[in-house]
């Protein structure tokens, strides 16, 4: 059984900055790429940044230059940078990942979300 574990949300100013961290566990044999999706009230989800294997990286338009998403192999970790938060930026927070267990093929993976509130 293979578990996302998502931690770091919580109540920061506009102008603030948080640190999400995402760690897999499990019976693991490989992790392709890693992300963190977004969901605010009402609206669809969608994806923040994603790492994948090799280190490539992307990011949706409106966090660019404000969110850095980053991993630690030896951890099966990933890890969102959120600075200049806007309020714009609350929502839940989504960890999901595409992951081989041991013996079987790749599937995809979500964590159980960590809430972002972004407000004075």
């Known amino acids: 059984q293979v578990q996302l574990v998502e931690s770091g949300g919580g109540l920061v100013q506009p102008g603030g900055s948080l640190r999400l961290s995402c760690a897999a566990s499990?019976?693991?044999?490989?992790?392709?790429?890693m992300g963190w999706y977004r969901q605010a009230p009402g609206k669809q989800r969608e994806l923040v940044a994603g790492?994948?294997?090799?280190?490539?990286?992307n990011y949706a338009d409106s966090v660019k230059g404000r969110f850095t998403i980053s991993r630690d192999y030896a951890k099966n970790t990933v890890y969102l940078q959120m600075n200049n938060l806007t309020p714009e930026d609350s929502a839940v927070y989504y960890c999901?990942?595409?992951?081989?267990?041991?013996?079987?093929?790749?599937?995809?993976?979500w964590g159980q979300g960590t809430q972002v509130t972004v407000s004075s």
């Open positions: 999901n990942a595409d992951i081989t267990r041991w013996g079987s093929t790749m599937k995809n993976y």
């Open positions: 499990g019976s693991i044999s490989s992790i392709n790429a």
């Open positions: 790492i994948i294997s090799f280190g490539s990286t």
